[in-house]
């Protein structure tokens, strides 16, 4: 009988190339795994003087092959595909591994197959119980080191006791783990698998020196991750898989990256926060309030705010108090989604807002009229103009504010350019009422003060510092040489 297709089993076999050669150790262990099995055997060995090794794998299933013809038939229909808590679908595991192989021989419970010289021929000879897989692979020396490197990786069942070249594969304990709904695959009634979402555990393994971070499907890793992550992370069912194995979708990623943020985030550090699946995961919706805010602790510190456009003198403040200040391109568009979402940072206003003049809620004009100022205020509004506007050298209006609302209504004093407006209703509002001589220390800091934003709007500053000792000097030089302009009239 003609087959509609034929397999090239050296086509095969380059391009499995790409996956590195220690596939076929996986593949094998991950299939006895799979089965009822208490203790699995496997043994890689070079061969001195060629670039081959002696692959053995032993397993103690009771039952063995359950299909012998399954040993030799690319994708016949695998009875792991409808559960998820194994690792088969394809049925291509020994497939892929006799492709490498010059000769090779399964024995089982229902017979053994040959495979040697091109051809496959079977045998009566049988097994009470498991399976046993022996081959010749091509391989170097140094494909063998590397494939025993990645062996000492896995995380074996508990209930399986594992060996490789006599030494028992040790289990490894998790440094965490937790409960996620991601994406497999599982088989229906007519065998064809289907993309599903299902809750499932994840593990957290500590790497070992030299180790890269991969990721694992129940135990085998299977894709190394790239993007910083810290440790392996093991994933407890199916994962949708390319065909030959070598890679996962990015949307299963993100979503394993969202939840490892969201369940892992107390085990980050200042340094493994800036890793590139962290910004990625940070900005998604699904990123959790006490996630982002664990972030931003790292990043940041507890004392943060967010740069705010609105009130430039607040940021200043509250650098000055030793906070953080966030500026807008230090996050993603995502990340500050998720920000507010969580009121992990505020701005700087509202932890340090600016005290202005505000008209009241009614829109009436809180400064008050010229006809209505006291004796006291008019002296004093002459005295800061004679004053200001030799020290500043143009002209200055000074006003009277009434009535202030907003988050900070005891201000002395607010500046704008060649304007200066006083709050009546300060701390220091008795001065409105009686002002003399006593007061014009206090009354001359305040317009040095307020001055100097003439030159600066920031209160930390150099330039602003420098106007103060500016306008100090030549409040000193008008005293020396024009002392009546000081007097009270």
Known sequence: MNNWFEVDKEGLA?????????????????????????????????????????????????????????????????????????????????????????????????????????????????????????????????????????????????????????????????????????????AGRDGTLRPTQRKTEVKLYEKRDGEESHLFELGIPIVELDAGEPWHLDVQQKVPLTLDRSNVTPSFLRKLRIGLLNQAYSLLDQTTAKADWIQQASAEKDCSNEAITALLDLKYGPKRVVFDVSDSEANNRAAAEGHVVIYGGSLSSGQWEDVRKAGAACPAGQLFPTARPEFSPDGESCFVPISDWTPAMRVLAGYLKRVGEALIEKQLQVDFFARASGPNKSFGASYSPGRLTLNVASAGAGRYQDFNDADVEEVDALLIHELAHDWAANHLSDDYHHALCLLAARLKKLALENPEIFRIR
């Open 14 to 186: 380059r391009l499995l190339e790409r996956r590195g050669k220690h596939f076929a150790v996986l593949e094998l262990l991950q299939n006895a795994w799979d089965q009822s099995v208490t203790q699995v055997n496997e043994r890689l060995e070079p061969i001195d003087g060629r670039p081959r090794a002696w692959l053995q794998v032993e397993d103690d299933d009771p039952a063995g092959f359950k299909d012998l013809s399954h040993a030799f038939t690319l994708f016949a229909d695998s009875n792991k595909k409808a559960d998820p808590g194994k690792r088969g679908r394809f049925n291509l595991g020994e497939k892929l591994v006799l492709a490498i192989c010059n000769q090779a021989t399964i024995t089982t419970t229902k017979g053994t197959i040959h495979f040697e010289d091109s051809e496959r021929r079977a045998s009566r000879s049988r097994r009470e119980r498991g399976s046993l897989f022996e081959g010749i692979i091509r391989v170097t020396r140094a494909e063998v080191v590397e494939a025993l490197s990645v062996v000492k990786m896995l995380a074996p069942p508990r209930a399986v006791q594992t060996t490789v070249n006599g030494e028992i594969l040790v289990h490894h304990e998790p440094l965490t783990s937790f409960s996620e709904t991601l994406p497999t695959e599982i």
